[in-house]
């Protein structure tokens, strides 16, 4: 670590220790995402709600977060190039530890202030549900800040290192994201072990403070740099509102349900999911088309012309499809055989392990995928993680039975997240450094939606063709338990169990395919990261 006492553009410590404090706020906002599947009974229960209803009320509190991490995705990096990273950074903490001491401290005054205003409106309601509304308030403003810390991040990066340096720190903010909110539920259910649910908010705090106070003495002596133009508004809310329609229509909730372990336990789609995607389809079109006029466009549609960047778009997104598969697979082969698991603690704790065995290489991955863009190109390495992927997954379909055991469960993992891992690197690179300094926070949003698009349209694509391929399985295993005229229920469920450890396996072919058709843009791919020349 080197400081600096005079005026320079470079950092006053080493770019790669300030990534250190970067990375503090993206995973913890990421780890908020997922962390209260950790004690969501438990709070339904301390609030006095009915368990039935209050579950469904109980779940805005992580669709409120996703919906608001979702739009704060959406146009904070262009703000960002607009008034300056540190401005936006600073606004975007700020909300984050606002938020965080909302929900740790609702029950208290927060919950009375609310509570009278509800009364001086003529409004009598339940104390549990008006400190529900605090803590799903809470949520959303932690969640705006959270979303918008990533492309902000990954723009910080952009402008820290130079292009041909870019690959690892943009794979590693991309990595730490993404393995924040796979490990949010375990974190969580370890610290209520210790502590009240009320200190995972707390904790934030601190940390918060911490990489704020590192990144603004870091970057005290660097300009900021700013660009001209308007911010658009109107195509922000058409985006944002399509994003979210796009996450309401298709099932906000259902990357909570998939984790719950068994396609019983996955809902199909909401009653009202039509009307919401086709407006969601009607405001991204409406989107397309102001953003074809605009003077200032929120995102310039030019840049897709370059290739790279739609090339590494279109992969990301069959990336974030790829990446769900793993992540719905293995708490529900955990579930099915759970006459084999003693308590429901040990089948909890036997997914976090095999789900770690995907996300932590995942992960560390992206460390080496960065060194391999610098060395063997960008194309070559996401060529690499795309085929180990491929194979990961290969071996689910052809191995996967109700008897395998966890240590090859794991390894197959490990591979499929070796393979993922190694694309997150080349592919932020070749999305940032296809964008001209101007559109880099644009560019370091679009990394992070395209892949999340990826995982909402998995999820419950997948929801569906694994309810109706379990229940058309099921079907024949009924008429198998009812041979000889007498209905036997145990054979009934292992025959079950193994129809649903068979959709598994196909799910991995369905990994199989989609990793292949990734292949073909992917081979198109420039080998470099180069600048784009202006269009």
Known sequence: ????????????????????????????????????????????????????????????????????????????GRLSDLLGRRAIYIVCMLLFIVGSVIVATAAYHPTEWLNSLYRRLGLRMDIGYVTLHIIVFGRVISALGAGALVPVSLALAGDMFPPERRARPLGLIGAIDTLGWVLGHLYGALVVQVVHWHWLFWINVPFILLALWGILYALRQVPERRVKGHFDLLGTVLIAGALASLSIGLGANLEMSAMAGSFEDLSALPPYAAPVLLTGALMFIAFLFVEARVRDPLVHLGMFRRRNLALAAIINLFIGYCLFIGLVSVPILVNVRQESIATLQQAALEVGILLSGLTVPMAIAAIPGGWLSDRIGIRNTVLLGLGLSLIGFGLIWQTWTLDISSAIVAAQMAVVGVGIGLTFSPISAAVINSAHDEERGVASALVIILRLVGMTISVSSLTTYGLYRVNALASAASDAATAGGAFDANAFLVVYANSTVTVLGEMGLIGVVLCGVALIPAFFLDKTAAPPPKD
């Open 1 to 76: 670590m080197t400081l600096t006492t005079e005026k320079t553009n470079k950092p006053a410590f080493s770019p790669w220790v300030v990534m250190f404090f970067i990375a503090i706020p993206v995973f913890l906002g990421s780890l908020d995402l997922t962390v209260v599947s950790a004690f969501l009974p438990e709070l339904i229960a301390e609030l006095g709600l009915p368990f039935d209803t209050g579950l469904d009320d109980a779940a805005w509190i992580v669709t409120g977060y996703l919906l608001a991490y979702t739009v704060g995705l959406t146009f904070t």
